[in-house]
Protein backbone atom coordinates (compact mmCIF):
# COMPACT_ATOMS: atom_id res chain seq x y z
CA UNK A 1 0.00 0.00 0.00
CA UNK A 2 1.42 3.27 -0.69
CA UNK A 3 2.58 5.58 2.35
CA UNK A 4 0.11 8.21 3.34
CA UNK A 5 1.37 11.37 1.35
CA UNK A 6 1.27 12.97 5.19
CA UNK A 7 3.11 10.04 6.89
CA UNK A 8 5.66 10.15 3.49
CA UNK A 9 6.59 14.22 4.10
CA UNK A 10 7.03 13.37 8.09
CA UNK A 11 9.75 10.53 7.50
CA UNK A 12 11.85 12.61 4.68
CA UNK A 13 11.73 15.19 7.44
CA UNK A 14 13.04 12.83 9.80
CA UNK A 15 15.60 12.12 7.84
CA UNK A 16 17.04 15.01 7.67
CA UNK A 17 19.79 16.52 10.15
CA UNK A 18 16.81 19.60 10.84
CA UNK A 19 17.88 22.17 13.09
CA UNK A 20 15.62 21.22 16.64
CA UNK A 21 14.93 24.54 18.78
CA UNK A 22 16.69 24.57 22.00
CA UNK A 23 15.19 22.85 24.69
CA UNK A 24 16.54 22.41 28.68
CA UNK A 25 18.40 18.83 28.83
CA UNK A 26 16.54 16.69 31.40
CA UNK A 27 18.20 14.75 33.36
CA UNK A 28 15.80 11.39 33.28
CA UNK A 29 17.66 8.72 31.15
CA UNK A 30 16.05 5.26 29.67
CA UNK A 31 16.84 1.78 31.72
CA UNK A 32 19.26 0.06 29.53
CA UNK A 33 17.71 -2.93 28.85
CA UNK A 34 18.42 -4.05 25.53
CA UNK A 35 15.21 -5.70 23.62
CA UNK A 36 12.28 -3.51 25.42
CA UNK A 37 10.31 -1.13 24.15
CA UNK A 38 11.01 2.10 25.83
CA UNK A 39 7.58 4.16 27.19
CA UNK A 40 7.76 8.03 27.67
CA UNK A 41 4.65 8.52 29.80
CA UNK A 42 3.91 11.82 32.62
CA UNK A 43 1.47 14.04 33.28
CA UNK A 44 0.38 15.82 30.39
CA UNK A 45 2.68 19.18 29.26
CA UNK A 46 5.55 17.62 31.86
CA UNK A 47 7.85 17.51 28.27
CA UNK A 48 7.45 14.30 27.02
CA UNK A 49 7.80 15.71 23.44
CA UNK A 50 11.11 17.74 24.24
CA UNK A 51 12.92 14.73 26.24
CA UNK A 52 12.36 12.58 22.90
CA UNK A 53 13.72 15.61 21.13
CA UNK A 54 16.78 15.19 23.38
CA UNK A 55 16.66 11.84 23.09
CA UNK A 56 17.04 11.62 19.30
CA UNK A 57 19.64 14.48 19.56
CA UNK A 58 21.84 12.47 21.53
CA UNK A 59 21.95 9.57 19.41
CA UNK A 60 23.13 11.81 16.34
CA UNK A 61 25.71 12.75 18.22
CA UNK A 62 27.10 9.56 17.74
CA UNK A 63 25.43 8.24 14.63
CA UNK A 64 24.63 9.06 11.27
CA UNK A 65 21.24 11.30 11.47
CA UNK A 66 18.86 8.72 9.28
CA UNK A 67 19.44 6.25 12.21
CA UNK A 68 17.53 8.84 14.60
CA UNK A 69 14.43 9.17 13.38
CA UNK A 70 11.69 11.42 15.14
CA UNK A 71 7.93 10.98 13.77
CA UNK A 72 4.72 12.50 15.68
CA UNK A 73 1.74 11.36 14.60
CA UNK A 74 -0.32 14.11 16.66
CA UNK A 75 -1.79 15.47 13.03
CA UNK A 76 -5.21 15.70 12.39
CA UNK A 77 -4.38 14.83 8.61
CA UNK A 78 -3.62 11.18 10.23
CA UNK A 79 -6.59 10.92 11.46
CA UNK A 80 -7.68 7.39 10.49
CA UNK A 81 -4.32 5.66 9.33
CA UNK A 82 -4.24 1.90 9.57
CA UNK A 83 -1.63 -0.41 10.89
CA UNK A 84 -0.88 -1.26 7.04
CA UNK A 85 0.65 1.98 7.17
CA UNK A 86 3.48 1.96 9.84
CA UNK A 87 4.62 -1.43 7.65
CA UNK A 88 4.45 1.28 4.13
CA UNK A 89 6.34 3.99 6.59
CA UNK A 90 9.04 1.00 7.77
CA UNK A 91 9.35 -0.32 3.84
CA UNK A 92 9.65 3.04 2.53
CA UNK A 93 12.49 3.75 5.06
CA UNK A 94 14.40 1.21 4.15
CA UNK A 95 14.13 1.41 0.21
CA UNK A 96 15.86 4.86 1.19
CA UNK A 97 18.61 3.40 3.63
CA UNK A 98 19.06 -0.05 1.72
CA UNK A 99 22.10 -0.36 3.86
CA UNK A 100 21.54 -0.32 6.95
CA UNK A 101 18.56 -2.97 7.11
CA UNK A 102 20.00 -5.55 9.35
CA UNK A 103 23.07 -3.78 9.54
CA UNK A 104 22.60 -1.33 12.22
CA UNK A 105 20.12 -0.35 14.90
CA UNK A 106 18.14 2.05 13.84
CA UNK A 107 16.73 4.43 16.83
CA UNK A 108 12.47 5.05 16.01
CA UNK A 109 10.96 8.16 18.27
CA UNK A 110 7.38 7.82 17.54
CA UNK A 111 5.03 10.42 19.31
CA UNK A 112 1.85 9.98 19.86
CA UNK A 113 1.58 6.30 18.59
CA UNK A 114 -1.22 5.14 20.55
CA UNK A 115 -3.43 7.73 17.74
CA UNK A 116 -2.82 4.46 15.65
CA UNK A 117 -4.71 1.78 16.28
CA UNK A 118 -2.86 -1.53 16.99
CA UNK A 119 0.29 0.00 17.34
CA UNK A 120 1.63 -2.37 19.77
CA UNK A 121 1.49 -5.01 17.41
CA UNK A 122 3.70 -3.34 14.56
CA UNK A 123 6.18 -2.23 17.65
CA UNK A 124 6.53 -5.99 18.90
CA UNK A 125 7.30 -7.95 15.70
CA UNK A 126 9.73 -4.84 14.63
CA UNK A 127 11.44 -5.51 17.59
CA UNK A 128 12.16 -9.23 16.41
CA UNK A 129 12.53 -8.69 13.20
CA UNK A 130 14.42 -5.68 12.46
CA UNK A 131 17.33 -4.24 14.02
CA UNK A 132 15.60 -1.31 16.02
CA UNK A 133 15.39 0.51 19.08
CA UNK A 134 11.80 1.86 20.04
CA UNK A 135 10.80 4.58 22.18
CA UNK A 136 7.19 5.66 21.93
CA UNK A 137 4.93 8.34 24.08
CA UNK A 138 1.90 9.84 24.06
CA UNK A 139 -0.77 11.52 25.95
CA UNK A 140 -1.58 9.78 29.61
CA UNK A 141 -5.20 9.44 28.35
CA UNK A 142 -4.28 6.18 26.38
CA UNK A 143 -0.74 5.64 27.23
CA UNK A 144 -0.62 4.87 30.99
CA UNK A 145 2.30 2.43 32.52
CA UNK A 146 0.03 -0.47 33.33
CA UNK A 147 -1.22 -0.50 29.77
CA UNK A 148 2.39 -0.28 28.03
CA UNK A 149 3.12 -3.73 29.90
CA UNK A 150 -0.19 -5.19 29.04
CA UNK A 151 -0.41 -4.21 25.36
CA UNK A 152 3.47 -4.60 24.87
CA UNK A 153 3.62 -8.21 26.65
CA UNK A 154 6.28 -7.55 28.80
CA UNK A 155 8.52 -5.92 26.69
CA UNK A 156 7.71 -2.44 27.64
CA UNK A 157 9.90 -0.41 29.96
CA UNK A 158 8.65 2.50 31.52
CA UNK A 159 10.23 6.42 32.08
CA UNK A 160 8.31 8.98 33.82
CA UNK A 161 8.75 12.52 32.59
CA UNK A 162 8.18 14.87 35.47
CA UNK A 163 7.55 18.58 35.47
CA UNK A 164 11.24 20.77 36.17
CA UNK A 165 13.17 19.63 39.27
CA UNK A 166 14.64 22.17 41.04
CA UNK A 167 18.23 21.59 39.58
CA UNK A 168 16.07 21.36 36.29
CA UNK A 169 14.77 25.09 36.75
CA UNK A 170 17.82 26.28 37.37
CA UNK A 171 19.56 24.91 34.28
CA UNK A 172 16.43 26.40 31.84
CA UNK A 173 17.57 29.94 33.19
CA UNK A 174 21.38 28.90 32.80
CA UNK A 175 22.04 28.98 36.40
CA UNK A 176 22.75 25.52 37.95
CA UNK A 177 25.42 25.22 40.60
CA UNK A 178 28.98 24.20 38.73
CA UNK A 179 30.12 23.79 42.82
CA UNK A 180 29.03 22.12 45.93
CA UNK A 181 26.79 24.05 48.07
CA UNK A 182 30.03 24.19 50.60
CA UNK A 183 31.64 26.05 47.78
CA UNK A 184 28.88 28.40 47.13
CA UNK A 185 29.68 32.53 47.75
CA UNK A 186 27.41 33.88 49.82
CA UNK A 187 25.63 35.80 46.67
CA UNK A 188 25.46 32.85 45.35
CA UNK A 189 23.82 31.36 47.80
CA UNK A 190 21.82 34.01 48.16
CA UNK A 191 20.85 33.24 44.39
CA UNK A 192 19.69 29.57 44.49
CA UNK A 193 17.85 30.64 47.98
CA UNK A 194 15.59 33.63 45.95
CA UNK A 195 15.14 31.16 43.10
CA UNK A 196 14.27 28.25 45.54
CA UNK A 197 11.46 30.29 47.03
CA UNK A 198 10.16 31.74 43.07
CA UNK A 199 10.54 27.32 42.29
CA UNK A 200 8.14 26.40 45.73
CA UNK A 201 6.05 29.46 44.05
CA UNK A 202 5.69 29.10 40.35
CA UNK A 203 7.07 24.88 39.89
CA UNK A 204 8.00 23.52 37.36
CA UNK A 205 6.14 23.22 33.68
CA UNK A 206 8.46 24.15 30.93
CA UNK A 207 5.84 25.98 29.74
CA UNK A 208 4.74 28.06 32.76
CA UNK A 209 8.68 29.09 33.33
CA UNK A 210 8.80 33.28 33.36
CA UNK A 211 4.82 33.59 32.91
CA UNK A 212 3.42 36.51 34.78
CA UNK A 213 1.68 35.14 37.89
CA UNK A 214 -2.03 35.47 36.45
CA UNK A 215 -1.14 33.85 33.45
CA UNK A 216 1.09 31.13 35.02
CA UNK A 217 -2.13 30.45 37.16
CA UNK A 218 -4.71 30.26 34.25
CA UNK A 219 -2.44 27.85 32.50
CA UNK A 220 -1.51 25.81 35.43
CA UNK A 221 -5.37 25.67 35.73
CA UNK A 222 -5.91 24.90 32.33
CA UNK A 223 -3.47 21.89 32.55
CA UNK A 224 -5.63 20.28 35.59
CA UNK A 225 -8.57 20.53 33.64
CA UNK A 226 -7.38 18.56 30.50
CA UNK A 227 -6.57 15.75 32.66
CA UNK A 228 -9.74 15.87 34.26
CA UNK A 229 -12.02 15.72 30.76
CA UNK A 230 -9.45 14.07 29.04
CA UNK A 231 -7.45 11.92 31.25
CA UNK A 232 -10.34 11.23 33.50
CA UNK A 233 -14.11 11.81 32.50
CA UNK A 234 -13.35 10.80 28.43
CA UNK A 235 -11.69 7.44 29.24
CA UNK A 236 -13.50 6.02 32.34
CA UNK A 237 -17.08 7.69 31.45
CA UNK A 238 -17.41 9.58 34.36
CA UNK A 239 -20.72 10.99 34.90
CA UNK A 240 -20.20 13.16 38.44
CA UNK A 241 -18.05 15.70 37.08
CA UNK A 242 -18.71 18.22 39.78
CA UNK A 243 -17.67 15.48 42.25
CA UNK A 244 -14.75 15.11 40.94
CA UNK A 245 -13.57 18.67 40.25
CA UNK A 246 -14.46 19.03 44.14
CA UNK A 247 -11.94 16.23 44.83
CA UNK A 248 -9.38 17.83 42.46
CA UNK A 249 -10.15 21.05 44.38
CA UNK A 250 -9.29 19.31 47.56
CA UNK A 251 -6.57 17.69 46.93
CA UNK A 252 -5.01 20.20 45.98
CA UNK A 253 -6.01 23.02 48.30
CA UNK A 254 -4.98 20.41 51.39
CA UNK A 255 -1.27 19.19 49.87
CA UNK A 256 0.65 16.59 52.51
CA UNK A 257 -2.78 16.26 54.20
CA UNK A 258 -3.94 12.68 55.20
CA UNK A 259 -7.31 11.88 53.62
CA UNK A 260 -9.79 8.94 53.82
CA UNK A 261 -11.94 7.88 51.11
CA UNK A 262 -14.64 7.10 54.50
CA UNK A 263 -13.94 11.10 55.19
CA UNK A 264 -14.14 12.41 51.40
CA UNK A 265 -17.18 10.76 50.76
CA UNK A 266 -18.93 11.75 53.41
CA UNK A 267 -17.09 15.39 53.15
CA UNK A 268 -18.93 15.35 49.22
CA UNK A 269 -22.48 14.05 50.55
CA UNK A 270 -22.17 17.63 52.52
CA UNK A 271 -21.52 18.88 50.19
CA UNK A 272 -24.68 17.60 48.50
CA UNK A 273 -22.99 15.77 45.92
CA UNK A 274 -23.80 12.26 46.44
CA UNK A 275 -21.30 9.54 45.00
CA UNK A 276 -20.23 6.05 46.11
CA UNK A 277 -17.59 5.11 48.04
CA UNK A 278 -16.37 2.97 45.55
CA UNK A 279 -16.54 6.18 43.30
CA UNK A 280 -14.27 8.29 44.96
CA UNK A 281 -11.63 5.12 45.27
CA UNK A 282 -11.71 4.91 41.93
CA UNK A 283 -11.59 8.72 41.35
CA UNK A 284 -8.51 8.61 43.22
CA UNK A 285 -7.06 6.10 41.70
CA UNK A 286 -7.76 7.69 38.23
CA UNK A 287 -5.90 10.77 39.11
CA UNK A 288 -2.96 9.20 40.02
CA UNK A 289 -2.81 7.24 36.93
CA UNK A 290 -3.00 10.54 34.88
CA UNK A 291 0.06 11.58 37.11
CA UNK A 292 -1.85 14.44 39.07
CA UNK A 293 -1.24 13.45 42.35
CA UNK A 294 0.65 10.60 44.38
CA UNK A 295 -0.77 9.29 47.06
CA UNK A 296 1.85 8.49 50.06
CA UNK A 297 0.95 5.60 52.17
CA UNK A 298 1.76 4.75 55.98
CA UNK A 299 5.34 2.94 55.91
CA UNK A 300 4.63 -0.37 57.02
CA UNK A 301 5.33 -4.15 56.02
CA UNK A 302 1.70 -5.10 57.13
CA UNK A 303 -0.52 -5.03 54.05
CA UNK A 304 -3.60 -4.34 55.94
CA UNK A 305 -2.31 -1.80 57.85
CA UNK A 306 -1.28 0.34 55.06
CA UNK A 307 -4.63 -0.39 53.50
CA UNK A 308 -6.79 1.05 56.77
CA UNK A 309 -4.87 4.10 57.23
CA UNK A 310 -4.80 7.33 55.94
CA UNK A 311 -2.63 8.21 52.85
CA UNK A 312 -1.38 11.55 52.08
CA UNK A 313 -1.73 13.29 49.09
CA UNK A 314 0.69 15.29 46.83
CA UNK A 315 0.39 17.27 43.64
CA UNK A 316 2.63 16.67 40.80
CA UNK A 317 4.34 19.86 41.11
CA UNK A 318 4.10 22.35 43.78
CA UNK A 319 3.04 25.42 41.20
CA UNK A 320 0.00 23.28 41.57
CA UNK A 321 -0.64 24.34 44.92
CA UNK A 322 0.20 28.26 44.43
CA UNK A 323 -2.91 27.91 40.97
CA UNK A 324 -5.62 26.68 43.21
CA UNK A 325 -4.98 28.07 46.93
CA UNK A 326 -8.32 30.32 46.98
CA UNK A 327 -6.71 32.00 50.25
CA UNK A 328 -3.57 33.24 48.29
CA UNK A 329 -1.58 32.18 51.36
CA UNK A 330 -0.01 28.86 50.26
CA UNK A 331 1.62 26.93 53.35
CA UNK A 332 5.55 27.03 53.13
CA UNK A 333 5.60 23.57 54.88
CA UNK A 334 3.27 21.79 52.44
CA UNK A 335 5.08 23.50 49.39
CA UNK A 336 8.27 22.12 50.44
CA UNK A 337 6.85 18.86 51.45
CA UNK A 338 5.64 18.17 48.53
CA UNK A 339 9.07 19.65 46.40
CA UNK A 340 10.56 16.81 48.43
CA UNK A 341 8.16 13.86 48.09
CA UNK A 342 8.49 14.35 43.92
CA UNK A 343 12.10 14.45 44.26
CA UNK A 344 12.04 10.92 45.81
CA UNK A 345 9.51 9.54 43.24
CA UNK A 346 12.45 10.98 41.09
CA UNK A 347 15.02 9.01 42.44
CA UNK A 348 13.02 5.60 42.25
CA UNK A 349 12.45 5.13 46.09
CA UNK A 350 9.71 3.76 48.08
CA UNK A 351 7.47 6.13 49.61
CA UNK A 352 5.76 5.84 53.28
CA UNK A 353 5.12 8.04 56.08
CA UNK A 354 6.23 7.32 59.79
CA UNK A 355 3.43 7.35 62.49
CA UNK A 356 3.39 5.73 66.19
CA UNK A 357 0.38 5.22 68.31
CA UNK A 358 0.96 8.84 70.08
CA UNK A 359 0.74 10.99 67.17
CA UNK A 360 4.34 11.18 66.39
CA UNK A 361 5.05 11.84 62.88
CA UNK A 362 7.96 11.36 59.91
CA UNK A 363 6.76 13.13 56.79
CA UNK A 364 8.56 9.79 55.08
CA UNK A 365 10.43 6.69 55.24
CA UNK A 366 12.31 6.06 51.58
CA UNK A 367 13.76 3.22 50.60
CA UNK A 368 16.11 3.85 47.71
CA UNK A 369 16.49 1.14 44.65
CA UNK A 370 20.32 0.27 45.43
CA UNK A 371 19.02 -0.64 49.10
CA UNK A 372 19.48 2.65 51.36
CA UNK A 373 17.22 4.05 54.09
CA UNK A 374 16.41 7.39 55.07
CA UNK A 375 13.57 8.97 57.32
CA UNK A 376 13.31 12.87 55.99
CA UNK A 377 11.38 15.23 58.37
CA UNK A 378 10.56 18.52 56.52
CA UNK A 379 10.26 21.65 58.88
CA UNK A 380 9.83 25.14 57.25
CA UNK A 381 11.04 26.67 60.50
CA UNK A 382 12.44 24.88 63.51
CA UNK A 383 12.95 28.07 65.66
CA UNK A 384 10.51 27.71 67.76
CA UNK A 385 11.48 25.46 70.59
CA UNK A 386 8.49 23.19 70.87
CA UNK A 387 7.92 22.93 67.01
CA UNK A 388 11.51 21.86 66.80
CA UNK A 389 11.55 19.50 69.79
CA UNK A 390 8.44 17.68 68.23
CA UNK A 391 9.66 17.17 64.79
CA UNK A 392 12.85 15.82 66.55
CA UNK A 393 11.53 13.45 68.74
CA UNK A 394 9.54 11.97 66.16
CA UNK A 395 12.77 11.47 63.83
CA UNK A 396 14.01 9.73 67.43
CA UNK A 397 11.49 7.66 67.93
CA UNK A 398 11.42 6.42 63.92
CA UNK A 399 15.02 6.02 63.77
CA UNK A 400 14.27 3.02 66.89
CA UNK A 401 12.12 1.43 64.27
CA UNK A 402 14.44 1.79 61.21
CA UNK A 403 17.98 1.87 63.10
CA UNK A 404 19.17 1.82 59.65
CA UNK A 405 18.20 4.45 58.23
CA UNK A 406 20.47 7.68 57.92
CA UNK A 407 18.00 10.72 59.47
CA UNK A 408 17.60 13.75 58.02
CA UNK A 409 16.12 17.03 59.30
CA UNK A 410 15.37 19.39 55.72
CA UNK A 411 14.30 23.13 56.66
CA UNK A 412 14.07 26.04 54.21
CA UNK A 413 17.39 27.82 54.13
CA UNK A 414 20.44 27.80 56.34
CA UNK A 415 19.29 30.42 58.88
CA UNK A 416 16.20 28.53 60.14
CA UNK A 417 19.04 25.18 60.81
CA UNK A 418 18.87 24.48 64.46
CA UNK A 419 22.03 25.21 67.03
CA UNK A 420 24.02 23.23 67.70
CA UNK A 421 22.94 20.71 65.39
CA UNK A 422 21.36 17.09 67.04
CA UNK A 423 24.10 14.46 67.19
CA UNK A 424 23.63 11.91 64.74
CA UNK A 425 21.27 13.90 62.54
CA UNK A 426 21.64 15.65 59.34
CA UNK A 427 20.62 19.01 58.55
CA UNK A 428 20.46 20.53 55.26
CA UNK A 429 17.89 23.51 53.47
CA UNK A 430 15.62 21.45 51.11
CA UNK A 431 17.18 23.61 48.23
CA UNK A 432 20.64 21.51 48.93
CA UNK A 433 19.20 18.58 49.12
CA UNK A 434 17.36 19.04 46.08
CA UNK A 435 20.81 19.84 44.31
CA UNK A 436 22.69 16.40 45.87
CA UNK A 437 24.08 13.89 43.58
CA UNK A 438 21.61 11.02 45.47
CA UNK A 439 23.97 8.44 46.92
CA UNK A 440 21.31 5.64 47.22
CA UNK A 441 19.24 6.20 44.16
Not at 5 to 24: D, M
Not at 29 to 42: A, Q, T
Request: overall charge neutral; some cysteine.
Amino acid sequence: MPLHPVLLEKLNEALLRTQVKPFTPRDARLPPVLGKVHSVIGMRRAGKTTFLRQLQEDRRRTVAPERALYLSFDDDRLAGIGLDQLDSMLEEFYRAAPELRGRETVSWFLDEIQLVPGWDRFVRRILDTERVEVVVSGSSARLLSREIHTSLRGRGMATVIRPFSFREFLRHRGEEPERAPRRWTAPERSLVERRFREYLREGGFPEAQGLPAVTRIELLQSYVDVVLFRDVVERYQISQVEALRWLVRQCLRNPAGSFSVHRLHLDLKAQGLGVAKDAVHAMLGHLTDAFLLSAVPLATESERKRNSNPRKIYPADPGLISAFDASGRSNLGHLLESAVMNELERRGAEIGYWKDEDGFEVDFRARFPAGGEELLQVCSDPSDPATCERELRALALASHSHPRARCRLLVLERGAMPRPEPQGLQVQPVYEWLLDEPEDA
